[in-house]
């Protein structure tokens, strides 16, 4: 099996002989049993003997796991470029980026690779990945899909997200993944409502922002059109205060998360992290206790 678009760190392996069992890509700072954790950083990398309990779950269930994706290194970044392995190839036009951080998993399933993939999102690290490939980027409620075995980017917030074609395919590996692990001190999951109303209220930024490339703009404007047309309530919000809760994440003490994970490598091997990686991650030295209580207050 080829990897055309760049997505897979090392060989992406098929398994024959199990036909009609789905294929699934792993982000490569989710543990898989005897396959190396590198998280994007060599120096990092790790074999585990046990896989992740998401990753577990999946192979219970019959799935079949091909390979670990690439990503933005420790995913840390939206873009899907920060990255020894290379950058995943976003399955439009190569001339853009994939979106990070779980690049490798959504051009996987962008690139019909794969027809699902695990992610990780503590900041939109699989929902941005995936509005990039015009494909399915699910971030489940905190809490309900385990992390145990993921290389934590911001422990106490990561999420494992889903990537698929569709929200069918989404929903059904979440249906196989979710629930509580005794294991995860960070697991809360609480079972949701049976199904949904036909017509859903959904929230939009009453003043969306758009920088760059004007086709955002016209496509957001397309998105709710769509919402509305289906018989949908649009609902304006202020995401003003989202937004800057959003900034603590990479501007602020959550950063010290970040640091906590890597410290002794990077203080040992700091030439072993991406540049503008280890720029944002140093960052959090400049943050005193005080400043997270304040951040965690507001």
Not at 71 to 97: C, E, H, I, K, M
Request: charged residues 15%; glycine residues 10%.
């Amino acid at each position: 099996m080829d990897d055309p678009f760049g997505c897979f760190v090392g060989k992406p392996v098929l398994h024959p002989g199990r036909p009609g069992a789905l294929l699934v890509a792993i982000k490569d700072n989710i543990d898989l049993a005897g396959v190396p954790t590198t998280a994007g950083c060599p120096a990092y990398a790790y074999t585990p003997e046990a896989s992740a309990t998401v990753v577990q779950r999946l192979l219970n269930a019959g799935a079949i796991a091909i390979g670990k994706t690439n990503l933005d290194q420790f995913a840390t970044g939206l873009v899907g470029v920060r990255s020894p392995y290379g950058v995943p190839r976003n399955a439009f036009d190569a001339a853009r980026v994939p979106g990070g951080s779980s690049s490798g998993s959504a051009v996987a399933v962008a690139a019909g690779i794969v027809p699902v993939s695990l992610g990780t999102d503590t900041a939109g690290s699989g929902r941005v990945p995936a509005a990039f490939g015009n494909i399915v980027g699910l971030k489940p409620t905190l809490g309900a899909v385990p992390a145990r075995g993921v290389v934590p980017a911001c422990r106490s917030i990561d999420c494992v997200s889903i990537l698929a074609l569709t929200a069918s395919d989404a929903a059904h590996v979440l249906a196989l993944t979710e629930g509580p692990d005794a294991a995860d001190p960070y697991s809360d999951f609480r079972t949701g409502p049976a199904h949904f109303a036909p017509r859903l209220r959904i929230g939009i930024p009453a003043a969306p922002v758009f920088t760059g490339d004007a086709a955002y703009g016209a496509a957001f404007e397309c998105a709710v059109a769509h919402l509305q047309l289906l018989g949908h309530d649009v609902v304006p919000l202020d995401f003003a205060p989202l937004d800057a809760v959003a900034s603590l994440l990479y501007q602020g003490p959550w950063l010290a998360e970040r640091h906590a994970v890597v410290q002794e490598l990077l203080e040992r091997d700091p030439s072993a992290f991406d540049p503008t990686v280890r720029t944002v991650i140093e960052a959090a030295r400049s943050y005193s206790a005080t400043d997270a209580f304040r951040s965690l207050y507001r």
